[in-house]
């Protein structure tokens, strides 16, 4: 089974990038290849534990309800909750604006041998701070290089980051907006701030657009998923990192002590 993927947006375009599942994929089939990938990654999991020398950080962006909780759900529920964290960054608070953009994301980022996943990021400080101005252009266009250099660093360290853009359109959006307003058991998720951040659609894009192509790097690589459906999301995704564990090749840990079945009573 094939999933299509964005591998190489430094140049993407989004507004040519499909949101919805490619027409030969079916559900049925992304599920079964869940089934497999799931096994698969929960063991080289464990390896890179057992190594405790590489680290992954997995980045979800994506506009509201893009499916970030969803994907954070997923990703997590497929791994070892011993070695994931999940962070999410919300508006800062007064000390973390009075410090430098990256400071708040610093100190969340993996350990060795484990799991990062941020929900929003610091992809937020020339996202929303773009489209809103909250800082002054001076400031923002500057941390496009910022953020490479922190990703490198970071890279440099032994961290694998892989990050995510939930790519839904303008009509799903609305079609869950609504479904908020509706479903009494969804109410709870509306915030009044995503009908006035719905308007800026199109700067949104723009900005998103731009982070994708300037902080596309080798050490930190974009990928597009096309969100519009759940269960194609969650399958792209977990088969993007297990392909990231793969290729860390994360050694078998060596058993601690020879241990012979004549030790054993
Ligand atoms: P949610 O993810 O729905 O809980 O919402 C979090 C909110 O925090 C969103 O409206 C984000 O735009 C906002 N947010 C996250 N990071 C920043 C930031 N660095 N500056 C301003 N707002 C932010
Ligand atoms: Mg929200």
């Known amino acids: 089974m094939h999933f299509h993927r964005f591998d190489e947006p430094g140049k993407v375009k989004l507004d040519k990038i499909s949101e ?4 030969n994929v079916t559900k049925q089939e992304a599920r079964d290849r869940l089934e497999k990938i799931g096994e698969e990654l ?4 464990g390896w890179m534990w057992g190594a405790h020398t590489h680290s992954v950080l997995l980045v ?23 070695g994931v964290a999940v962070t999410s960054f919300g508006v800062p608070t007064q000390e973390e604006r009075e410090h430098d953009f990256l400071w708040r994301v610093h100190k969340p980022a993996p350990r060795a041998g484990r799991f990062a996943i941020f929900n929003r990021s610091h992809y937020e400080d020339v996202l929303v701070v773009r489209v809103h101005e909250l800082v002054p252009k001076s400031q923002w266009s500057k941390r496009y290089d910022q953020i490479n250099a922190f990703e490198h660093e970071l890279a440099d360290n032994g961290t694998r980051i892989v990050k995510f853009f939930l790519h839904i359109s303008k009509a799903e959006q609305k079609k ?3 479904e908020r307003l ?3 058991r969804k109410r709870w998720k509306f915030s009044p701030s995503d009908l006035e951040e719905r308007k800026r659609w199109d700067d949104y894009m723009a900005a998103y657009q731009e982070a994708i192509r300037r902080c ?7 990928f597009v998923i096309p969100a519009n459906r759940n269960w194609y999301r969650n399958a792209v995704v977990s088969q993007i990192v297990l392909e990231t564990l793969e290729d860390m090749k994360p050694k078998l840990p060596a058993p601690k002590l020879d241990v012979r079945e004549d030790m054993i009573d």
């Open 20 to 23: 919805e599942p490619p027409p």
């Open 216 to 222: 596309n790097t080798p050490w930190a690589p974009w």
């Open 42 to 45: 929960f063991e080289l999991q």
């Open 176 to 178: 869950r907006i609504l």
């Open 182 to 184: 509706e479903d009494p």
């Open 60 to 82: 979800l962006q994506g506009r509201d309800a893009a499916g970030k909780d969803g994907a954070v759900k997923h990703m997590s529920g497929a791994l070892n909750p011993r």
